[in-house]
């Protein structure tokens, strides 16, 4: 067990639908990252937050985004769903100061039917 | 950006020594990572590499060269649980936020 909690776990929606993805860190960690991982793709960075702040952006499409809260727990939403957004979604946070090592959240897996 | 390369799949049998290989091209150095990641589960961090050399952390041991833009993990002792995608991933251009290869996965049979 990481520390990091992730909710919900699994979800199954439409296409064209919205999600929200939530995300809480380790206790002390002040950074939250998102990735998504799919079959095609890997484990692709989509954007991190420190302290409530948006820090660094990878490939996040227009139609997701993120936030992270006063209590640094953080939420990614997505809009306007496709198929292709069909992957499990990782939050990780790390330690202020660290060697940028992660601790990955157990994933939600978000399936666009 | 950064090209990183690692082989797709490898297979090895229990109580053998295998070894991982990555390459990568980027700019702005700022570490070299490897991850555990089992089917369905999540990543777990096994080792960080930012100076030229070899890490050994009980069966566990990854290596990098920097100036040939090279990696490898090396396991040693194999056992089933072993069986697992191996991450390479490397941080560069000013961020610490590493950019991840696409695994290995590797099999470990009896």
């Known amino acids: 067990d990481s520390g990091v909690t992730q909710t919900p776990k699994h979800l199954i929606t439409a296409t064209g639908q919205r999600v929200t993805l939530r995300c809480s860190p380790r206790s002390g960690d002040l950074s939250v990252y998102w990735y998504q991982q799919s079959l095609d793709q890997g484990l692709q960075f989509l954007i991190q937050y420190y302290n409530g702040e948006e820090r660094a952006k990878g490939n996040i499409l227009e139609r997701f985004s993120a936030q992270q809260f006063p209590d640094l727990h953080s939420e990614l939403n997505l809009s306007s769903l496709e198929l292709g957004d069909s992957a499990l979604y990782f939050c990780a946070s790390s330690v202020p100061g660290g060697s940028g090592e992660l601790f990955f959240g157990e994933g939600s897996r978000l399936t666009v039917l | 950006g950064q090209n990183i390369d690692q082989p797709t799949e490898m297979t090895a049998t229990e109580g053998a020594i295998v070894q991982i290989n990555c390459t990568y091209q980027?700019?702005?150095?700022?570490?070299l990572f490897w991850y555990q990641q089992h089917a369905g589960e999540a990543p777990t961090f096994l080792s960080y590499?930012?100076?030229?050399g070899l890490e050994e952390k009980g069966r566990f041991s990854s290596f990098l060269s920097r100036s040939k833009g090279y990696s490898y993990l090396l396991l040693k002792e194999l056992q089933m649980k072993d069986s697992a995608s191996y991450l390479c991933a490397v941080a560069s251009g000013g961020s610490y936020i590493p950019t991840f290869g696409r695994g290995t996965s590797l099999i470990v049979h009896p």
């Open positions: 590499n930012v100076l030229d």
């Open positions: 980027t700019s702005g150095f700022n570490g």
